[in-house]
């Protein structure tokens, strides 16, 4: 049982630590990919009034 634990343990927190980097070094690209993260919440869509996803996905493209 404390094996299982350990492992389990083990896995949450190598699993954790792996979101914190980006896999480009490119500055423009994370700058736009956060971006686009962040547009929906900054704006809404005028024909919907709901967050603006598209424009975040524009940015999203833009990055790759």
């Given at each position: 049982m404390k094996t299982f634990l350990f492992f389990l343990t083990l896995l949450i927190t190598g699993s954790s630590f792996s979101q914190y980097g980006y896999s480009t070094k490119s500055k423009k690209a994370i700058k736009l990919f956060e971006l686009g993260q962040k547009e929906p919440n900054l704006s809404l869509d005028p024909t919907t009034n709901l967050p603006n996803f598209?424009?975040?996905i524009e940015y999203?493209?833009?990055a790759i």
């Open positions: 598209r424009k975040g999203i493209e833009k």
